[in-house]
């Protein structure tokens, strides 16, 4: 039954008049509603806390229903007859339609396109061609930088080891140092060192390895106040190697010639308050070294106090916050003053669990140097991420002068705060931490993680506050008779309904994503917009439908439509209540998301529903409204949502052959446009249920109708390639010449092959490889009874690459040698008759090149109880038939001598002695003790076979090929 306007201002205008005087407000309330306003608005009671007062008995004269006078009472058998239904308020004009619906629709279309252009502005290079001069070193200029680049990137190849980046692009750095140098104010000190530093260290990454590096190279320049005492150094850092087989000009190039020239315009300005460190490294996509070797080994290390490292994994566009601290929120507070911030708390939370197969310098900085910092990256465009189009031509306009102001004016906020001029009287550094976040790039926000805390179980106690005050007065002053169990029931039911209208939309979009990646996997990856219609589009079918049943059921047509929609919101409300609370208990930075659900949206409509002017009680002002109160939230919501995908959907082309990414992707678009959505799936209870029906057939149509296109055309193929956009497939080739030996040391295995790996889970399917080489004898790895597969992978990465092929062939791989691993010594360190153990040192002798891996696995029963191979203790990889297993990765600098080096090294293997070795003393020598596998990478090299498969390959693929060599020894 329907709350009439003129009662509802009765009631909540002329308070005086409820108590005492019933029957005179009664016949003003029946004059009123005959009338001037008559009986024109649905959503005159909505939510609100002051509406109509039922009398005690049940019983008012002047009420009606579809125009029809009824008397309502507290019978049971009467309630199902003076229910408001949604038809009633459908015959007058007072529900939701396809024009409300197509507004909504629209709104949320602008915000997104309003959130594409935000994001892609850049500022203007300076100076440009038009206007300026290069000489000009008032501030930074991407032309300058570009310059440095053009050079840089020239150096081919540049992995660790190559003359390209140990000796051309090292000195490159070097020389430009000495000329800034010269140039210098005279109120600076400038420094430069040329490290080349060797070490080792173990790294919880990826499968976990051991790290070894030789000779890996670090430009350092230091930028100091002349005749200032200062201990304080803040270092910023990037990378100039490159990855295996691209020329690297976003990944890390661009920053450095960022940092080269930050660099420059520092020297020509004032003196600094404190002293800034550029650390050029050389061999990051080694994983990590070279930072290792400068906070371990370099003195200039000691004097850090906080740190700057800059990456990439993209080919431009914003620069992008996505890790700080550990704690230390003085870091954020100084970004939060640069130009252009941007990033988020949950970028750096979803970073820091692992779920992006990705890592930084930032790591090394912060475990071994245990210095805080903050780690910026380029983020847009991933395709190009470690493939060959990774070149200048793809770095956006305006990205390099917007990074190039962010450092500039952060490295100055960094030396110039207080907590860095002094750290140790620093109150909160050691405490606390920051939660930030960027509204759609306009504006940064950031507090302390316990102004967060406090802040959140502020808005969850006042929020639980409101939404109670207003059920209670609701549920007593309904116009319909319900019970105290019916009103319990329709709450409890209505969270439920929410719950679900979550759960099984996100479950029933990954189910549709599991069933098409058997048909059509990753149909997506070069179209982004499909994701809307295979993803976003059923969530929306599903959610309408559900709410379209439930609003069917027996409870919810007791209730007045109305009171169906305030009910459902607060549900939705008290979810949110339900999330931010329990984040905020977990400690995460990113409790700060439920709280923008919960902050705004359920206090504004209070205020709205208390304090509505008497002029719009109708339609459009509670449409108005409802947006108005979300519309932050929402904004946020689908910020948040555009800004995920552009990171996750170029990387699932890298992630490997066991994870799904169809199912991974419906999972986060689905979860996204359910946030979006939340509150307003309430508005489907004030929806004609012809329209509810029929939209959510729309969505379900248009997505059969994607679905079967994929599927059945070329739309579903995944790649592409110039002059279409840059979306490929990723695949290594490897010519591996592979060698196995016996306890006897007799040769056992010779052969020659094509190793063939996928990175995506597409597999091999959508390669033609049997048009380009013949697969006769191809087999799938045997990583049951071979050491990590007897592949000669290069890092430990065997469970994330499954789906690849060795193809043998005849050709054997035109390799410098093919070297061999002798054991010189073999030492019983621990054996006497009273112990049941026995430990020996076994020492061997190898040649290895700039790459190259050691795996080895002692006997089942037996351990590795120590080597030389690293200082620390050597870290454990997975287990391989209960045995043990080591990944050591080496690599070396580049050697004027040539890229051979002799490597010495002893093992201590424990093992049991066995029961015959009292009869047959030298028993335990014809028993397998350490399986090592020696293997060399020759990353700059080819041969005929993979020149040809190369040049073969359709063009959206982009291959990685080098060849190496492995050996198997028993000892």
């Known amino acids: 039954m329907q709350c009439s306007l003129a009662e509802t201002l009765n009631y909540r205008y002329q308070l005086p008049l409820i108590v005492g005087l019933r029957a005179e407000t009664a016949l003003f309330s029946s004059r009123l509603r005959r009338g001037l306003y008559g009986n024109r608005s649905l959503f005159a009671v909505a939510g609100s806390p002051l509406a109509i007062n039922r009398s005690d008995d049940g019983f008012d004269q002047d009420r ?66 038009e206007h300026g001069d290069l000489r000009d070193m008032s501030k930074f200029s991407e032309d300058r930088a570009m310059q440095h680049l053009l050079v840089l990137t020239s150096f081919r190849p540049r992995t660790v080891g190559t003359d390209g980046n140990d000796k051309f692009a090292a000195n490159y ?54 005749n200032v005492e200062t201990n304080r150094t803040l270092l910023v850092n990037c990378h100039f190697d490159a990855a295996i087989g691209v020329d690297g000009a976003s990944d890390d190039l661009s920053q450095c010639v960022i940092m080269l020239d ?36 370099h003195p200039w290390a000691k004097e850090v106090t906080a740190f700057v490292n800059l990456e990439a994994a993209g080919s431009g566009g914003r620069d992008v916050l996505f890790q700080t601290g550990p704690k230390h929120p003085w870091l954020v507070r100084a970004y939060a003053r640069v130009p252009y911030p941007c990033g988020n708390s949950v970028g750096e939370e979803i970073f820091q669990s692992g779920a992006i197969p990705s890592d930084t310098d930032f790591r090394i900085f912060r475990d071994h140097g245990h210095i805080p910092g903050v ?74 993680h316990t102004s967060g805390i406090i802040a959140n179980y502020f808005f969850a106690i006042a929020a639980t506050f409101i939404i109670l005050l207003e059920m209670l007065y609701q549920f007593k002053n309904c116009p319909v008779y319900l019970s105290r169990k019916d009103a319990v029931s329709a709450m409890i039911f209505s969270f439920l309904l929410v719950l679900c209208s979550i759960i099984v939309p996100v479950s029933m979009t990954a189910l549709l994503a599991y069933l098409l990646s058997m048909v059509a996997p990753m149909s997506w990856f070069s179209r982004t917009y499909l994701t809307f219609f295979l993803y976003a589009l059923p969530t929306i079918a599903v959610s309408f439908a559900l709410h379209w049943v439930a609003s069917h059921t027996r409870l919810m047509m007791r209730i007045p439509v109305q009171m169906r929609e305030s009910i459902v919101y607060h549900a939705v409300g008290l979810i949110w209540i339900v999330l931010l609370v329990g984040t905020t208990l977990k400690g995460l930075n990113s409790a700060f998301l439920p709280m923008l659900f919960v902050a705004a949206p359920i206090p504004v409509r209070f205020i709205w529903l208390t304090l509505q002017p008497l002029t719009r009680h109708d339609l459009v002002a509670f449409l108005t409204t409802h947006m108005t109160s979300y519309s932050i939230s929402s904004i946020f919501a689908l910020y948040q949502l555009i800004s995920v995908v552009k990171v996750f959907l170029p990387m699932f082309g890298r992630t490997g052959s066991e994870v799904n990414p169809d199912v991974l992707l419906a999972v986060i678009v689905s979860s996204g446009v359910m946030s979006i959505l939340s509150y307003y799936t309430s508005l489907i ?24 296109t994929v599927s059945l055309t070329s739309m579903g193929f995944p790649y592409s390639s110039p002059p279409d956009r840059i979306a490929p497939k990723r695949m290594i080739v490897q010519h591996l010449h592979r060698e196995e030996f016996n306890l006897k040391n007799e040769q056992i295995i010779h052969e020659n092959a094509l190793w063939i790996v996928p990175l995506d889970f597409t597999g091999l399917q959508p390669v033609p490889l049997a048009d380009i080489i013949s697969l ?103 287990t391989w038939h209960n045995r043990t297993t080591y990944f050591v990765f080496l690599v070396s600098g580049y050697d004027a001598k040539g890229p051979m080096y002799e490597k010495t090294f002893h093992v201590d293997i424990s093992c049991p002695k066995t029961a015959s ?50 050996q198997t020894y028993s000892f």
């Open 262 to 297: 930050t660099l420059a315009v520092l020297a020509r300005r004032g003196a600094l308050p404190g002293r800034i460190l550029f650390l050029f490294n050389g061999a990051e996509e080694s994983i990590l070294q070279a930072s290792h070797g400068f906070v371990t080994q």
């Open 64 to 129: 009606r229903t579809g125009g029809q006078r009824v008397s309502t009472t507290t019978a049971g058998d009467e309630k199902d007859k003076n229910r408001w239904t949604a038809e009633d308020a459908a015959s007058q004009g007072n529900m939701l339609g396809w024009l409300q619906w197509l507004i909504l629709g629209a709104y949320i279309g602008t915000v997104i396109y309003l959130i594409q252009t935000v994001s892609q502005q850049l500022p203007r290079p300076w100076p440009s061609s």
């Open 173 to 226: 750095f070097y020389k430009e140092a000495q000329a800034i140098k010269k140039k210098a104010a005279q109120l600076h000190d400038i420094d430069i060192d040329h490290q080349i530093v060797s070490g080792s260290f173990r790294l919880a990454f990826l499968g976990g390895f051991n790290s070894v590096y030789r000779n890996v190279h670090n430009i350092l320049v230091r930028v100091s106040p002349r």
């Open 917 to 966: 070795r009292a009869t047959d003393p030298v028993a335990d020598d014809r028993l397998e003790i350490l399986t090592i596998t020696v293997i060399n990478h020759f990353l700059t090299m080819t041969s005929p076979v993979l020149d040809k498969i190369t040049q073969q390959l359709p063009s959206w693929l982009a291959p990685i090929t080098w060849l190496n060599s492995i």
């Open 375 to 448: 780690d910026i990256a380029f983020v847009e465009n991933g395709y190009v991420y470690h493939t060959h189009y990774d070149q200048v031509d793809q770095i956006y306009p305006g990205t390099l002068q917007r990074a190039g102001e962010n450092l500039l004016a952060l490295l100055y906020g960094m030396v110039t705060s207080a907590e860095f001029q002094d750290l140790e009287n620093c109150k909160d550094c050691a405490t606390d931490s920051a939660v930030y976040f960027d509204f759609i790039g306009l504006a940064f926000i950031m507090y302390s």
């Open 685 to 708: 209870h004030v929806t004609k249920r012809q329209t509810v029906l029929r939209i959510s057939q729309l969505c379900a149509l248009l997505t059969l109708i994607t679905v079967l």
């Open 776 to 878: 006769t004898g191809a087999t799938k790895p045997d990583c049951d009874s071979k050491l990590y597969c007897g592949l000669p992978f290069i890092y430990p990465v065997m469970n994330m690459l499954k789906q690849h092929l060795v193809v043998p062939i005849k050709d054997e791989p035109r390799l410098p040698h093919h070297p061999l691993l002798k054991k010189t010594d073999d030492q019983v360190l621990v054996s006497d008759d009273q112990s049941l153990v026995q430990t020996r040192r076994l020492t061997f002798v190898t040649q290895l090149v700039d790459h190259s891996n050691i795996h080895m696995s002692p006997a089942e029963g037996c351990e590795l109880r120590g080597w030389n191979l690293t200082q620390a203790e050597p870290m454990q990889g997975p």
